[in-house]
């Protein structure tokens, strides 16, 4: 799967093929089966290579709104592992309700290894696949990563959200950079003097909110705090789609 292939990125992203086997998932009272894709090391991968990506990336996220109003739907990513395996789950959530529309998951065996700061090429494929099996459409994406907030100005949410081209939040749930100066339940975050992203306390523990592509940092938080159910810590997406891959990734029996 090229995501970035488009955006004319040099680097490539982990090409993925469907796997002959499948994973047995444990249910209530039987074992269904899920198709295991998998995601393969790149040619020439190298730590240096993401980084020169990862700029690319950064000069490329737009900052300011592109988005269809009035908000309908909003989608959530969400990616875990069991082993080398990864979980991505996507939900689609109505709004003002916040009920849930739609869910999807998808499984891959990845080779791609743990590096932080690049956990995007770990956790691209398999939320891709996720958001491509959803049938209903999207106005805005959250996704549990950061986006500007990261030392490369190019977290996941910004590599998600260039890939598919829609207005996307990033949502992390722990502080990777910067310094938060609380005002009441918000704090702007910065780096360098440069406000990069927000954190919030909409439940007992904050959230850090930041621009992933095609949103202001303004209208990330606003939406972030739209889409949170009163003492809820994430937007409701975002809480679907955790629920969603935590469920498969207990359930999967390597």
């Excluded at 009272?29 to 790149?42: A, C, I, K, Q, W």
């Excluded at 998808?106 to 939320?127: I, K, N, S």
Aim: one cysteine or more; charged letters at 20%; proline letters at 6%.
């Amino acid at each position: 799967m090229q995501a970035l292939a488009p955006l004319g990125l040099s680097f490539p992203l982990p090409r993925t093929r469907e796997q002959s086997s499948q994973a047995h998932l444990r249910g209530s009272s039987y074992l269904t089966l899920h198709t295991v894709h998998v995601v393969h090391l790149p040619e020439g991968f190298s730590i240096e290579r993401a980084r020169r990506a990862q700029q690319l990336i950064a000069q490329r996220v737009v900052e300011s709104d592109q988005i269809d109003y009035p908000i309908r739907y909003a989608a959530g990513v969400d990616v875990s592992f069991k082993g080398q395996i990864a979980v991505g789950a996507a939900a689609v959530v109505e709004y003002p309700s916040l009920s849930l529309v739609e869910e999807k998951a998808a499984l891959m065996r990845t080779a791609v290894p743990y590096v932080p700061t690049l956990l995007a090429f770990r956790e691209m494929g398999p939320a891709l696949m996720a958001l491509k099996k959803l049938s209903h459409d999207y106005q805005v994406l959250f996704v549990d990563g950061n986006g500007r907030l990261h030392p490369y100005r190019a977290g996941f949410a910004c590599q998600l959200g260039l890939a598919v081209g829609k207005p996307t939040i990033g949502v992390a749930k722990s502080l990777l950079i910067g310094e938060a100066r609380w005002l009441d339940d918000v704090a702007e975050v910065s780096v360098g003097g440069e406000v990069l992203g927000y954190a919030v306390k909409l439940g007992s523990r904050p959230i850090y909110v930041s621009v992933g592509h095609k949103i202001s940092l303004a209208t990330a938080l606003r939406l972030a705090r739209a889409f949170t159910r009163p003492g809820a810590r994430l937007p409701e997406p975002l809480l679907q789609a955790h629920k969603i891959s935590v469920k498969m990734r207990k359930s999967i029996m390597c």
